[in-house]
């Protein structure tokens, strides 16, 4: 179980808030930032989208395949076509 599993992560207009879920008290910034980067040890962490995907990802994927990029090296004239 990690560290944030006693938190509620709320996405708001001014950012992400992490939140205890025993006392709904919000967390200083830096003590969440802290728990993030252990939580995350490989840095990667994404706050969930409440929508459905905005890129094709499976299209995008194929597309690299054949001209033998990875997704972050493409064109924003290239990531256009996967975008809906």
């Given at each position: 179980?990690?560290?944030?599993?006693?938190?509620?992560?709320?996405?708001?207009?001014?950012?992400?808030?992490a939140?205890?879920?025993d006392?709904?008290?919000?967390?200083?910034?830096?003590?969440?930032?802290?728990?993030?980067?252990?939580?995350?040890?490989?840095?990667?962490?994404?706050?969930?989208?409440?929508?459905?995907?905005?890129?094709?990802?499976?299209?995008?994927?194929?597309?690299c395949?054949?001209?033998?990029?990875?997704?972050?090296?493409?064109?924003?004239?290239?990531?256009?076509?996967?975008?809906?």
């Amino acid at each position: 179980m990690s560290k944030l599993s006693a938190f509620i992560i709320r996405k708001t207009p001014s950012g992400i808030l992490a939140v205890r879920k025993d006392r709904e008290e919000s967390l200083p910034k830096k003590r969440f930032i802290d728990d993030m980067d252990a939580a995350f040890q490989d840095g990667k962490y994404v706050s969930p989208n409440e929508g459905p995907p905005r890129v094709k990802f499976r299209d995008m994927n194929n597309y690299c395949k054949q001209v033998g990029k990875k997704p972050v090296e493409l064109t924003d004239e290239e990531m256009e076509q996967f975008r809906f």
